[in-house]
């Protein structure tokens, strides 16, 4: 087997998560290129990744004209891949993998009635995401457990992060905030942005309680609205704007302690090591985020990210 290549749709959250997958065939398959298929808003996760050779955007979520599937099933066909793998779950990606030709055709099934599959993977949803995706695996005979993602973060980003610390007049280790969130997940009704306010106490009495650890804010693209009124409250609060994830991977490995909500820049806190507490609304922590002491959730017990008392991430936050 010399080429191998996965369809995995979603954004950021989902290819970190994705990780352990590509890492591990890789690993028990060292001679294998890995080629993925993302959508266009991912693409940036692989800065990140040193399993991947070559990353294919596409839209799955775009009214894609049946051109365009033609087009993509056209590219698969000319990769003359020997194994392709997917954790899209319906009947529609089923048909899709047996149209590309590809031999051995891995994804998510309890039944393969019409023979779409090759390989079809009982999926176990009561685990960490992670651990789901790294089932598929089984296809080619890999049965170890699966790993903790892990970020490879290039050389330039860890330049950058240092003259980005000198800039922020910061000299040692220093706490990062993210609380952000996505335009994606508050198209979809889901609402991750914890209140500024709420930030705003939480901050003021961590900088009280440790003056030697600074706090940076991350701000990514989508960010602008929060951050803004976050520094209206706190003039002197150290604002970051990394260009790129790897820089923003790069700023996260330096830290002493994450703070950030359930996004994708969670999951790169996780990929890097660094420990975080995460705060969650209406999604269930035990599916993405893995069971290691570094990384504690703070689960709101109305399913409203600004139900979580500030006090509880105080509290968190101080026994990292």
Request: charge should be neutral; glycine fraction near 8%.
């Amino acid at each position: 087997m010399k080429n191998v290549v996965a369809f995995v749709p979603g954004g950021i959250g989902d290819q970190i998560l994705f990780f352990p997958t590509l890492d591990d065939l890789k690993a028990h398959r060292p001679d294998v290129q890995i080629d993925v298929v993302v959508e266009p808003r991912a693409v940036a996760a692989y800065q990140l990744s040193a399993a991947v050779a070559r990353v294919i955007p596409f839209d799955f979520k775009n009214r894609n004209a049946l051109a365009d599937w033609a087009n993509l099933i056209g590219t698969l066909r000319e990769g003359e891949y020997d194994a392709i793998l997917s954790l899209g779950r319906s009947k529609a990606v089923r048909l899709l993998l047996w149209l590309t030709g590809i031999p051995k055709r891995v994804g998510f099934a309890k039944l393969n009635p019409l023979g779409f599959l090759t390989d079809a993977i009982p999926v176990n949803l009561d685990q960490y995401s992670a651990a789901v995706y790294h089932d598929l695996l089984k296809a080619f005979g890999i049965t170890t457990p699966c790993p903790l993602p892990k970020a490879v973060v290039p050389p330039e980003a860890r330049t950058w992060a240092t003259a980005e610390q000198e800039r922020l007049g910061i000299r040692g280790r220093y706490w990062l905030l993210h609380g952000g969130s996505s335009q994606m997940a508050l198209a979809k009704g889901i609402n991750k942005i914890y209140p500024p306010a709420a930030w705003v106490e939480v901050l003021q009495t961590l900088q009280h309680r440790y003056p030697d650890l600074p706090f940076v804010v991350a701000c990514g693209p989508e960010d602008q609205a929060w951050v803004a009124a976050l520094s209206q409250a706190l003039p002197e609060i150290r604002i970051t704007r990394p260009p790129d994830l790897g820089k923003l991977a790069a700023l996260m490995a330096h830290a002493e302690q994450i703070l950030c909500t359930d996004s994708g820049p969670m999951h790169i806190g996780v990929a890097v090591g660094t420990p975080l507490v995460a705060l969650f609304g209406p999604t269930d922590p035990a599916k993405l985020l893995p069971p290691d002491p570094r990384f504690r959730a703070l689960k709101s017990p109305t399913g409203n990210m600004a139900d979580i008392p500030a006090s509880a991430v105080i509290e968190a936050a101080c026994h990292g």
